[in-house]
């Protein structure tokens, strides 16, 4: 995944059908020149025309799960789908099983708790515009106790190396190619190389696809 400038603000489309969600998240980030909030949209359609009239103005799409027209689970499925590039953090009230795995599913970027403060909020911007994924640490829990294993763990060790197994673990941490090689005293492009082989022989695309097919297979961090 192509990692966000830092020294080139970071433009946010934020689609929430509360206006007091809105000025408290632009609050948020008011001191915070990195994040811009370029944009804002009242519910997931207006969003999705938005960012269709206007294709690469937007790196971050921060959506709301339940908005009328278009909610923000389907929101982040067609925007993944036309403009994968595009980086989507959900930011919800709701923290059930079905809500997380939703999103999981819709391949998002990143899942917090409307109750989440700034500093959790700047992490999962941090985390995903460097390459990462970003899943509060209080719905990891669900994420992990309610999918299913595709395979078990002795047929993943036959599919993956010892190091790859290594590296995966710390991808589903959210860990960046960079964090990996300094945990593991490796290069990046070592990582890289290793994460290139993990993606073929997983059959995943992305980073979130990879983590997803973590969680499914019992590879936790």
């Not at 998240?25 to 990195?34: F, R, S």
């Not at 036309?82 to 391949?107: F, G, N, R, T, W």
């Not at 500093?119 to 994924?133: I, M, P, S």
Request: proline share 4%.
């Amino acid at each position: 995944m192509e990692v966000v400038n830092p020294l080139v603000p970071i433009n946010i489309l934020l689609a929430d059908d509360h206006q007091i969600i809105i000025d408290g998240i632009k609050g948020m980030l008011v001191d915070t020149p990195q994040y811009h909030i370029a944009a804002t949209a009242p519910d997931g359609q207006h969003a999705m025309e938005m960012i269709s009239a206007a294709p690469g103005k937007y790196d971050v799409l921060l959506t709301d799960i339940s908005m009328p027209l278009l909610s923000g689970i389907d929101l982040c499925r067609l925007v993944k789908a036309a403009y994968p590039k595009l980086l989507v953090i959900v930011l919800s009230m709701y923290s059930s099983v079905a809500a997380v795995q939703d999103a999981v599913m819709a391949e998002a970027d990143g899942y917090i708790l409307k109750s989440s403060g700034k500093d959790e909020l700047l992490k999962a911007l941090h985390k995903v515009t460097n390459g990462g994924t970003y899943y509060a640490e209080a719905l990891l829990p669900i994420i992990y106790g309610q999918f299913q294993k595709a395979k078990t763990k002795e047929e993943v060790q036959r599919m993956l190396s010892a190091r790859e197994l290594e590296i995966l673990a710390l991808i589903v941490k959210e860990q960046t190619s960079e964090e990996i090689g300094n945990t593991l005293f490796i290069s990046k492009k070592t990582v890289d190389n290793h994460r290139a082989h993990i993606l073929e022989k997983t059959g995943c695309k992305t980073t979130v696809g990879l983590v997803k097919w973590a969680i499914k297979n019992g590879v936790e961090g």
